[in-house]
């Protein structure tokens, strides 16, 4: 195999292939890229053995196929090669197991893996039904639950964002048993339909892999979604996206989100909130985390204490009435909440008789906090 390219029009795809990469040394030729080259197109994947991506690159577009045939690029190298070099164009040539990168002033003869023929085949997407969706969206789903999860629970899956896909409704929830994050979009089944009745359809995705599905998607219009069995595929663009899915009990979600109809609402600008709360929590300890809220008529006074620290308070303006009332909430958790959300977003505030604050934005981003004893 030998091809001649432009840096800036492979190095992006192969800087993204490779994150799909393995870290772990347990198998070491998945901590490498397998490119295939034939007379349309390269093909570039690569997998940790649960979530793999490939990715075409057309021939056309600024390639030169003088033999086809496929290799194993060293991933970690060929990237700092790629980064690092000032060449515009590069061939990559594959030779009696050594990989030969070339520019116009750099040349280097890279070892590759002695059991390259053992890479597995990651897979394509040829499904016949699935869920189309707005790749900006989608992100949004993702970037605005995944951070809820729970990596070391055992008792609950709540290591992953569960997915319930509808007729024209996607819905990503997650939750670590403290806080719950909420957030749906439109969306559209397309394909073949089988069955009679109201379609629905659940998921539970790890987070590695939303967060690759994110970054694929950060430039594409539209992102189709087909889940089979223990399986998810992703196709947007000229990259697809596949992963195992976790199997487990996801908690009954609906069942913590409070009933709005009975509560109490403050509005808030989410950058005002958020920058009293970063203001008040400075004195906040490890031992005394949080921030407590002190609402009374007019205003919410933002306060915190800590051990050998001191203490703090921050009076905000606000349009509240009624009685007197005091919470307490992670202020970690918060923050976390406001970097998902515009500064200028209105933010709605309930809090509740029992332990449940919901914060929620104008286009339907629901945010449930545990209180703090």
């Known amino acids: 195999m030998k091809i001649r390219c432009r840096r800036e029009k ?7 292939i490779s ?15 397998k490119i295939v080259a034939d007379e349309k197109n390269v093909l570039l994947t690569a997998t940790d053995g649960e979530v793999g991506g490939r990715g075409v690159l057309p021939l056309d577009d600024g390639f030169v196929l003088e033999s086809a045939g496929e290799a194993i690029l060293p ?28 520019g116009a002033r750099s040349k280097y003869q890279l070892d590759t893996s002695d059991d390259w023929d053992k890479f597995p085949a990651v897979a394509d997407f040829n499904e016949t039904s699935y869920i189309k969706i707005a790749a900006k969206s989608l992100c949004e789903l993702i970037r605005r639950t995944v951070f809820a999860t729970d990596v070391n629970n055992s008792h609950y899956e709540l290591r992953g964002v569960k997915f319930i896909f509808s007729e024209d409704r996607t819905i990503a929830v997650a939750t670590d048993g403290r806080r719950l994050a909420f957030q749906e979009c439109a969306s559209e089944r397309c394909g073949e339909k089988s069955g009679e009745g109201e379609f629905s359809l659940e998921a539970i995705f790890p987070p590695r892999a939303l967060n690759l599905i994110e970054r694929s998607a950060s430039d ?4 189709l979604i087909a889940v089979r069995d223990t399986e998810a595929v992703v196709r947007i663009g000229d990259v697809v996206v596949s992963t195992t899915l976790m199997v487990g009990r996801f908690p009954d979600w609906k069942t913590i989100i409070p009933d709005r109809t009975a509560k109490k609402r403050v509005d808030f ?4 909130l958020a920058r009293a709360i970063r203001q008040a929590e400075i004195v906040a300890t490890e031992n005394k985390p949080g921030v407590w809220f002190n609402f009374t008529e007019g205003s919410v006074d933002i306060a ?18 009624g009685e007197d009332h005091k919470l307490r909430l992670d202020s970690r958790f918060l923050n976390e909440f406001f970097r998902c959300v515009s500064p200028e977003e209105t933010i709605a505030f309930y809090f509740f008789g029992d332990y449940r604050t919901l914060l929620e934005t104008t286009d339907g981003y629901q945010y449930v906090v545990m209180q703090l004893a």
């Open 269 to 272: 600008i989410a950058g005002e």
């Open 19 to 33: 994150s799909f990469t393995s870290s772990r040394d347990v198998r070491p030729v998945l901590q490498n890229v």
């Open 10 to 16: 492979f190095l992006p795809l192969f800087n993204l």
């Open 304 to 321: 915190a204490a800590g051990e050998a620290t001191g203490e703090s308070s921050v009076v905000l303006p606000i349009a509240y009435s």
């Open 220 to 223: 594409a219009a539209e992102a």
């Open 75 to 102: 991933s970690k190298l060929l990237k700092k090669i790629l980064t690092e070099t000032t060449d515009d164009e590069i061939s990559l040539e594959f030779e009696n197991g050594k990989l030969l990168v070339r």
